[in-house]
């Protein structure tokens, strides 16, 4: 007799014995923290344990103020511990645009920043001796189709110069050079790019803060954070804590305890997947340098090798609305077999998501409103940025002058009407999944593919 359980995972295609947690965890396990009772008063209070909160604390604990973070959940279950664990210089609009919005001198100091978020987690994680497989591997950007790569060419003519070069172009004959694909186009390396774990690096953060003081309370949301003369109060299901100075750092996963940050964040959904271990030659064949890969759908796919070579870990968002990872899993496993053929019958063992924030803009913001500080909307790129921007955050919150930004003073957009729950979404995934679609299939009927 088949249980209604088998019936159920037929229906969805859900693989055998697959993990709904991220693959990382097999490595390092949520932290197993006690709950506490919060202190009564700290100088800075922290909503979020991620790495914009870590990275702050981290500072403000080194800097002498008693610092108090807080997780709704266990400490880094948000996405710093479910990412796919690329690095990259995540600023999204190109340098054209943000000078049209924002004048041609703070367009270049922007995307400045982009690289200085890269230099920097390179340089910290090597200065704190993080052990989070950290590795300047590069990463091939490819293009879905001709055109794509012709806009992809123009977009990076001018990066592609001296001994250095921040992009080196890739035309589709040398492709396999870098991809053991057909799929693309070609495509474009960022050869400073990296990959890390992304839970090894989390615990690495977390072990450093708490060494340097910081107290980090998990299991304990933080529901409401009211003025309280100079400072502010803070409560908790556990008890109240009065800080001079508040962060909130809980990016994809805002709630209405700062609704003016929540109408300015679009919380997306992102899907991954890791394979059931690989023959070490079919890895080698499939990414023969090593380096991450995404591509230049609307509807971006990102994936890589697990750092033990063993699998590959493969993302992207496939359904209009919100799924689960059951019925992500075989939707993404049909992806990468497109891509990689040679995929089609290999299992997948985890399938997991975590929730980003997209802002209305594509650029992170961070700042102060109304006295609190906030740092959020990495639009699906905050391994570099959000640490970048939670250390610049924590001194900030000391008082330094190093603690300002390029993003200092940007307008911060949202919608009319718009409160944080993005009902428009659904009808654009849809649209660009399918303008993805139509492109690549025309590109491929062309081809005689
Ligand atoms: C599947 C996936 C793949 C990704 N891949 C990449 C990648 O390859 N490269 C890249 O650069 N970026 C990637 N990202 C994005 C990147 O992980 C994030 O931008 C980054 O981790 C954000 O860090 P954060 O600290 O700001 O937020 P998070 O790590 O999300 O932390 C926010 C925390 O706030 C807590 N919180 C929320 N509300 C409260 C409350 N009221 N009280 C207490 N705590 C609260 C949550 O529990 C959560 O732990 C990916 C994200 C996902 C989901």
Redesign the pocket.
Known sequence: MVSAAAVMAVEADEPAGMKETPLWWDDVPPPDILRQEPPATADVAI????????NAALETARGGRSTVV????S??????????????T?IKPSLEALARRHGAERAQAIHDEGAASLAWIKDFIAREKIDCDFRQCGRFHAAHTPQAYDTLMRKVAPLTKGDDPIAVAVPRSEQRRELGSDHYYGGVVYPHHAVLH?AKYHKGLLDRARQAGAQVIPH????AIERDGKGFRLT?PSGTTRAGQVLV???????K?MPWLRRRLIPI????IATEPLEPALVDHLFPTDR?ASDTCRVIY?YRASPDRRRIVF?GRVSASETNPKISAPRLQRELARRFPELQASGISHS??????YCFDELAHCGVHEGIHY??G?????????SYL?MRTGQRLLGHAEGKTAFDGLPFPTRPLYNGTPWFLPAIVALYRRLDEFESSRAHARDGD
């Not at 639009?379 to 959000?386: D, F, L, P």
Request: charged share 5%; hydrophobic share 30%.
């Open positions: 909503v979020g344990s991620g790495y914009t909160g870590l807080f997780d709704a959940e400490a880094g279950w948000g996405c710093s511990s479910r990412n796919g664990g690329q690095v990259s995540s992304p304990c949301p933080v529901l908790t750092a809980t990016n994809g996963y805002s709630s305890l959904g992102s899907y991954i991450i990102y993302g997991w998501l975590g929730t980003v924030a740092s959020a990495y639009c699906g790129s905050g391994v570099g940025m959000a939670g």
